[in-house]
Each structure stands twice: as structure tokens, then as C-alpha cells.
């Protein structure tokens, strides 16, 4: 089973340069919209079996014209939204790096707890879950290998990386998640492969319908 973690178009909280969290509202900017539209021709001819999303409305209106030109209707899953950043949720990043907790954040992650919010290996554990067991209940459905997109946000998309490449949640600030990236995880009963990370590029390789091969699973590389 093959997931693309997609993350939500620019938003204009990102262009404002604020922490949008869990706040109602957050749109995307013209510029999110273009990479909305764009996602279309990116993810191109690629079998897609399922789109699951965040319930916020900037990954709401992300994966809406790629839904539309599949003919499918997108699955909210509540384990797929945004950090829950407590008191922190819509102040300024540049007044944020000043609090003792943002360093935190940046070298231990897995200590951090936003106030009155939540954990970020709270994230991982919902996250992770929520990718797997959707991963499997797609392999179920369908009885074969499939194709599916989780449109989320940038600190889950990279606590979910984190986990597939074996990685401790303290070193998940050393992935980038940009705004309208795909990062690409292929789950296999032996472990998952992480075939893409913060892909921004004009379109997914068609590879990605193919399973890995013996030398993948045994060897590590196909080279």
C-alpha cells in the first residue's frame, strides 16, 4: 500500500507569518489555490483509490479539485488534523522563537507540549496510527495494492516520515514538509519504504503504481 502525504496548500497564515493551529477558517491564498489546481497534472495519471483529509478547511479546499477530476469524494479522518498548539494558536512565529519552549520544540520534540494543547509525540502516535490502520483497511477493501492520499499538515506529515524511516521524533525537525509537498510511503509487510520526501516537482513518478522489488525488500537498493 502506497500513501501520499500530502500537505495543504500556502495558506494565508502562512503568508502572515502566524501559527494558524486548529483555528476556524484559514484558507488558502491565491497562491495555495494555484497549487490546489496544480495537484491535478502532479499526481497525473497515478491509480488514486482514496483521498483522506484533515477536517480544517485549508486541506478541505487543497484536495478539491484533484477529487473532482477522480470522481472521489474525500474521507475526513479527525486524527489527521492540525498540532493542537493550545495558547500558541494564531501568534506570530516571530514572537513565538522568543518562548523557552520553541527551543524545545526544535532540539527535543518529543518533550515539547504546547500550553493547553497537546504533545508533539501525542501527534506521532494519532498520526501513525491513523495512516496504518487506514493503510490497512484500504488493503482490505480493495484486496490488492493501492494508491491513496492523506492531505494533512506539515509537523503530523513529518512525525508520520519520522516513524517510516525509523527515525526518533527528536529528529523529525531535520524533514521538511513544505506547503502543496508530497512525501510518498510504500507499506510492506517487511517495513515501510519512503520513496519521496517534500516532493514539490511537476509530477509523482508513475513507478509509484509498481511494487519494490525482491532486491528492494532484501538488499535495501535496487542499484
Keep these: 500500500m ?12 502562512n503568508t502572515a507569518h502566524t501559527l494558524a493551529g486548529r483555528s476556524d477558517g484559514v484558507d488558502l491564498d491565491e497562491r495555495g489555490a494555484e497549487q490546489a489546481a496544480a495537484l491535478v497534472a502532479r499526481i497525473g495519471e497515478l491509480p488514486v483509490t482514496a483521498i483522506v483529509r484533515s477536517p480544517l478547511l485549508r486541506c478541505e479546499r487543497t484536495v478539491a479539485p484533484l477529487a473532482e477530476a477522480l470522481g472521489l469524494d474525500p474521507v475526513v479522518d479527525e486524527r489527521l488534523t492540525e ?4 495558547s500558541w494558536t494564531g501568534r506570530a512565529i516571530g514572537e513565538l522563537v522568543k518562548e523557552p519552549l520553541w527551543a524545545v520544540v526544535q532540539q527535543q520534540p518529543s518533550a515539547a507540549v504546547f500550553p493547553d494543547g497537546e504533545g508533539l509525540a501525542e501527534v506521532q502516535v494519532r498520526a501513525v496510527a491513523a495512516v496504518r490502520e487506514r493503510d490497512r483497511a484500504l488493503a482490505a477493501q480493495h484486496g490488492a495494492d493501492v494508491i491513496w492520499v492523506a ?25 521538511t514538509a513544505d506547503p502543496a509537498s508530497m512525501s510518498v510511503i510504500r507499506y510492506t509487510d517487511v517495513r ?30 535496487t542499484n
Design 192 to 221: 515501510p519504504f519512503v520513496m519521496h520526501v517534500n516532493h514539490t516537482g511537476a509530477q509523482l513518478s508513475a513507478g509509484l503504481a509498481a511494487k519494490p522489488t525482491t532486491d528492494a525488500v532484501v538488499g535495501g537498493s
Design 83 to 86: 498540532v493542537d498548539y493550545g
Design 151 to 175: 492531505c494533512t499538515h506539515g509537523d503530523v506529515i513529518k512525525a508520520v516520515l519520522a516513524d517510516a524511516l525509523g527515525v526518533h521524533l527528536d529528529g523529525f525537525q531535520r524533514i
Design 2 to 13: 502506497t500513501v501520499i502525504l500530502l500537505r495543504h496548500g500556502r495558506s494565508t497564515s
